[in-house]
């Protein structure tokens, strides 16, 4: 048995935990970059049960530790949350952008004021109706109900005036990744 057949279901198995953990970047997460995470990682699987025959234990472990480890860094939703604030003082200059933008790992499909506030909405959202971040004004906290959607928004505080939301499909977690929770958006 070859190297590159042993080494390959690890190398994408690593690429598959960079995906979905770009896909969290954000609440309500990317669509795209997790479903392309889920994709990878069922190739990764099926070589991974292929090339297990006659290797050693370190090499049998690699893509379960590193699948069980980016799930767990996933779902806690620490990812967002501590890229963030490297993040903030990019999105503050956004506030003018009204037809969607950009900065670094964040795309947004619209940013708009409103009511002392600037919501940025997610673009490409896979786990919630309607997610984002929203900034406003001092002394100032975001409406309930965000958009134009028929749900009230869960709002979480992420300090200095901003705070992040969805409006979620079920559930109430603003970060991380819930697997059964992942679909196109169906209204914005």
């Keep these: 048995m070859s190297r590159a057949r042993t080494w390959w279901p690890i190398v994408l198995a690593l690429v598959a935990a960079v995906a979905l953990l770009y896909g ?7 669509l795209t970059w997790l479903w392309v ?3 990878l990682w069922a190739v990764a699987a099926v070589g991974w049960l292929a090339s297990l025959a006659g290797r050693s ?8 530790v590193v699948s069980v480890v980016t799930m ?25 952008a009204p037809l969607g ?5 964040y795309h947004f499909s619209a940013v708009w004021s409103h009511g ?6 997610t673009e490409d959202s896979g786990m919630s109706y309607f997610s984002g971040l929203v900034r406003c004004t001092p002394g100032v906290r975001p409406p309930p109900r965000l ?41 914005a």
Excluded: K
């Design 24 to 30: 969290v970047v954000l609440p309500g997460g990317y």
């Design 37 to 39: 995470a889920m994709v």
């Design 57 to 64: 234990w370190p090499v049998r472990l690699a893509v379960p």
């Design 72 to 96: 767990v860094v996933a779902c806690s939703g620490v990812v967002g949350r501590v890229l963030f604030p490297l993040h903030r003082s990019g999105l503050e200059q956004l506030a003018t």
């Design 101 to 105: 933008a950009s900065h670094g790992l």
């Design 116 to 121: 002392g506030c600037v919501t940025y909405v």
């Design 147 to 187: 958009g134009d959607t028929a749900r009230d928004a869960v709002i979480e505080p992420l300090g200095d005036d901003w705070y992040a939301f969805i409006v979620p499909r079920s559930g109430s977690q603003v970060w991380g990744f819930n697997p059964f929770n992942v679909g196109a958006t169906t209204e």
